[in-house]
């Protein structure tokens, strides 16, 4: 049967040029070629002060313009729903639900210092439905997640100097709760409320005290007393507040300033810190923790190779994380909710991941001063679908629907060659190009999830990576200009020196070995070599007592002068040697069990190949061995081994070329 896609909306694309507003429908597909179509909405929107924001199910768009207005517009028809009398707004955002509109401009004289009200406050709450001023605080410097309210905004909670005010989601007048802890500068809530809120504080070095991560619970209990809530709403005195904690905390030596991260359910907390100042490094140190909400549990997680930590996101679904870390290339990781390594994406130039809105897709990348190379992979396959280039890009986003990555070369950054791309899931394209003479923000409009299916990678047809709709035509590569060479370099040894050879595909925890006497240790596959000691004649072998030394202690005789025993030699009669007593040899010491070390196991054709050409080096080998045996050439131990193990690298050559 054939395929058919659901009824869903077309996807949108907002950019702000220096002369407008423009609003692009697509990429649509239209007689086997894909184009943005320009929606002409909003006109000629000119003189913006920031860029345009979406509310988070984008059915409102918010412009903020020089003329002290600020103008709510419907995304789907254009017109305009209401405006806000300021326009010196320097950040603007929406309550998760889209029903609050939060601003903050730059205090003005007395209103940092007056008592905060919905006359003077820089810090305003807004209804983002009737644009009626909710309710105002004074904030002199402006910190992002200042105020956080939970997925269903039944709970807000603000920073303030030592505390963390705790409000109804409806109510943001008088605070019910409160969480103290002295010297914080950040936090972050999970977005979920059962069975209740953790909260996670951050306080950075300070006094010779290290950084520290501390979690708190909030835990709305029912009522028993009426009197016991503290809201002006007698009608919402039906529960009783509790901050539980700290529940658990996490020293961090070296750390001025951490990202905290909550995983979707709200059971895990990554801590990604960075400290200005290192001893190894100018450009400071950085270190990755993993906390877990419901136990006591904080760890470090381990990095397979030492360096900076470049970026770090969890899955939309919060079940998995993705860490690039390490001195370029550096090498890209999954790992799993406790912290455990479980697919290594091999070594490259990144320092950007991004997770597709569904959370199958996954985008491995270098932008920045890197070269703009981007991975694509199928995290549910674990398989790479595609890889690509966006050089001199400074954005970059998946669509709502998880079908298309945009990027984007933007003004201030790039003042020249502004343009957008456009690439399909797997990288293919990019399918859509744009350019501009001066272009400051690309912006998709955002959608919630359930209104684009979670689609799985396009069926092949006709012998490639097709999709549903129709086979994209990709413009032909432009040839990559090579490194110079001077005349007769074959450029061998640039390629050993840049060679990347970290591993690539999923980790298996190796099996803990188990002590085994040594006499019965089994014949393994070119085994390593056998350390044998060395027989020099007139010398003791190693492990022999020294000569008179052997002796019993307690038979120890006086110590003489030197002239006499010079005397005593010259009247003894010379004696034969007498032979060094050799000591019995040592009985055989089981070796210590060994370490547990993740091994990486490549799957792939290229990693089963190589594997199959050094097992074919291993057999040449040994048939040169045996060409040395059928001569009555005597064999060495380790040669011996390496016959021993034919039958077993025959056998797993076998199973790598069925």
Not at 275 to 296: E, M
Not at 486 to 502: D, F, Q, V, Y
Request: aromatic share 8%.
């Amino acid at each position: 049967a054939e395929f058919v896609l659901p009824d869903v909306p077309v996807t949108q694309l907002l950019v702000r040029t220096r002369e407008s507003i423009q609003i692009y429908d697509g990429p649509i597909n239209s007689n086997g070629a894909v184009s943005l179509r320009k929606a002409e909405l909003f006109g000629d929107v000119t003189d913006l002060r920031i860029c345009p924001l979406y509310s988070p199910d984008g059915s409102v768009v918010v412009y903020t313009f020089e003329k002290k207005v600020m103008s709510i517009h419907n995304t789907s028809t254009g017109a305009q729903l209401f405006a806000l009398p300021i326009g010196d707004a320097e950040y603007v955002e929406f309550s998760p639900r889209g029903t609050f509109l939060v601003t903050w401009s730059r205090p003005t004289k007395g209103s940092a210092t007056a008592p905060a009200s919905a006359d003077n406050g820089n810090f305003r709450v807004w209804s983002a439905s009737t644009g009626a001023l909710v309710t105002a605080f004074s904030l002199k410097v402006y910190k992002a997640q200042s105020i956080q309210w939970t997925a269903n905004e039944e709970y807000c909670f603000r920073l303030v100097t030592n505390e963390i005010q705790i409000f109804r989601g409806d109510s943001l007048t008088v605070p019910i709760d409160k969480v103290y802890h002295k010297g914080l500068t950040q936090f972050q809530i999970t977005s979920t409320v059962t069975p209740y809120v953790s909260v996670a504080a951050f306080n950075p070095e300070s006094g010779g005290k290290p950084a520290r991560v501390t979690l708190f619970r909030f835990n709305p209990k029912p009522s028993t007393n009426d009197t016991v809530a503290a809201t002006e709403d007698s009608e919402k005195t039906d529960k009783v507040t509790s901050v539980e904690g700290p529940v658990s905390s996490r020293t961090i030596f070296a750390a001025s300033e951490a990202k905290l991260m909550w995983n979707a359910p709200g059971t895990a907390l990554l801590v990604y810190a960075q400290a200005d100042t290192d001893a190894t490094s100018y450009y400071g140190a950085t270190g990755l923790f993993l906390l877990q909400a419901h136990t006591d549990a904080a760890i470090k997680v381990e990095q397979s190779k030492d360096g900076p930590v470049h970026d770090v996101q969890w899955s939309p679904v919060g079940d998995r994380f993705v860490v690039s870390a390490g001195t370029m290339p550096c090498h890209t990781t999954l790992h799993d909710a406790a912290g455990v390594p479980v697919y290594q994406y091999g070594a490259a130039h990144r320092n950007t991941i991004s997770w597709s809105p569904h959370g199958r897709f996954l985008c491995v990348a270098g932008f920045g001063n890197l070269a703009g190379e981007m991975d694509f992979y199928d995290t549910l396959r674990s398989k790479k679908i595609g890889s690509t280039a966006s050089h001199c890009s400074t954005y970059h986003a998946w669509s709502p629907d998880s079908r298309h990555f945009v990027t984007a070369s933007l003004a201030p950054r790039m003042n020249v060659d502004n343009n957008l791309k456009v690439f399909k899931y797997n990288g293919a394209g990019p399918v859509v190009q744009v350019p501009f003479d001066r272009a400051y923000d690309v912006r998709w409009r955002p959608s919630v999830l359930s209104v684009y299916p979670n689609r799985g990678p396009s069926p092949k047809r006709g012998g490639g990576e097709a999709d549903v709709v129709a086979a994209v035509a990709v413009k032909p590569t432009v040839p990559v200009v090579q490194a110079y060479r001077p005349p007769g370099s074959t450029g061998a040894l640039s390629r050993l020196l840049n060679k990347e050879t970290a591993p690539v595909g999923k980790i298996v925890p190796a099996k803990t070995a188990t002590a085994a006497p040594a006499a019965a240790a089994p014949a393994a596959k070119f085994a390593p070599s056998v350390q044998r000691n060395r027989v020099i004649p007139g010398m003791a072998p190693p492990g022999a007592a020294p000569a008179g030394a052997a002796g019993n202690n307690n038979n120890k005789k006086a110590p003489v002068s030197s002239s006499a025993a010079n005397n005593a030699a010259k009247s003894a009669p010379k004696a034969a040697p007498v032979p060094a007593k050799v000591a019995p040899p040592a009985p055989a010491v089981a070796a210590p069990a060994a370490a547990a070390v993740p091994v990486v196991v490549d799957d792939s054709k290229e990693g089963r190949e190589k594997r199959a050409k050094n097992i074919s080096k291993k057999l040449k080998a040994i048939q040169e061995i045996r060409t040395k045996q059928a001569a009555g050439q005597p064999l060495e131990p380790e040669q011996k081994l390496k016959l021993d193990s034919e039958a077993e690298l025959l056998a797993e050559l076998k199973s790598l070329t069925v």
